[in-house]
Antibody, heavy 122, light 113 residues
Framework: QVQLVQSGAEVKKPGASVKVSCKAS????????IHWVRQAPGQRLEWMGV????????TYAQSLQGRVTMTRDTSANIAYMELSSLGSEDTAVYYC???????????????WGQGTLVTVSS | DIVVTQSPDSLAVSLGERATISCKTSQSVLYSSNNKNYLAWYQQKPGQPPKLLIY???TRESGVPDRFSGSGSGADFSLTISSLQAEDVGIYYC?????????FGQGTKVEIK
């Protein structure tokens, strides 16, 4: 069965960086895009960007351009999301999620990881 | 980015009764070349990730009970739960995937009256 297992919770100081991992299993990793979505406490879901797990092609949300980096390791079936210059507004649960289709483009997520809480606090 | 607005923010419905959530987008999400609406619905329960319910505006995801249905086109959509069950309590989000900058609605909290 499709599973996405994320790394554990993190506490970071303002200005630091955080790197979250997402290990995929149960499907052909390189056939599907991986989205990253975050949710600040009590807020709506915010789409951060998407990586083509096969080609490595990336599309970032404009609001995070320059601070977010998405990568993947095809030998280990792991996707990564790194966010730099953290501020209190980055405190959120971060999710990775697989795209629904394996057609080459990216559409919407279907299977989601369990989420990783990132807390930014001095 | 397309702004996605849901209404109401919350609603309380008796068990077995109908619940309807509205979702409006600031521009049409209907792609004319394939006549598909690039809109999905998700359900989120406390402490859990979102669960996909509906995509293309009205296509039910495999395994989703048929009491959930999506309707609408262009910039005006609805999610209906025909007969609310206790396990349907949660927050429901609509999501547009028409533009590169994907966006979600603010969520609608569904509770039992």
């Amino acid at each position: 069965q499709v599973q996405l297992v994320q790394s554990g919770a993190e506490v970071k100081k303002p200005g630091a960086s955080v790197k979250v991992s997402c290990k995929a299993s149960g499907y052909i990793f390189t056939n599907f895009h991986i989205h990253w979505v975050r949710q600040a406490p009590g807020q709506r879901l915010e789409w951060m960007g998407v990586i083509n797990s096969g080609s490595g092609g990336i599309t970032y949300a404009q609001s995070l351009q320059g601070r977010v980096t998405m990568t993947r390791d095809t030998s280990a079936n792991i996707a990564y999301m790194e966010l730099s210059s953290l501020g209190s507004e980055d405190t959120a649960v971060y999710y990775c999620a697989r795209d629904h289709f394996d057609t080459g483009g990216f559409y919407f997520p279907d299977y989601w990881g369990q989420g990783t809480l990132v807390t930014v606090s001095s | 980015d397309i702004v996605v607005t849901q209404s109401p923010d919350s609603l309380a419905v008796s068990l077995g009764e109908r619940a309807t959530i509205s979702c409006k987008t600031s521009q049409s999400v209907l792609y004319s070349s394939n006549n598909k609406n690039y809109l999905a619905w998700y359900q989120q329960k406390p402490g859990q990730p979102p669960k996909l319910l509906i995509y293309w505006g009205s296509t039910r995801e495999s395994g989703v009970p048929d009491r959930f249905s999506g309707s609408g086109s262009g910039a005006d959509f609805s999610l209906t739960i025909s007969s609310l069950q206790a396990e349907d309590v949660g927050i429901y989000y609509c999501h547009q995937y028409y533009t590169t900058g994907r966006t979600f609605g603010q969520g609608t909290k569904v509770e039992i009256k």
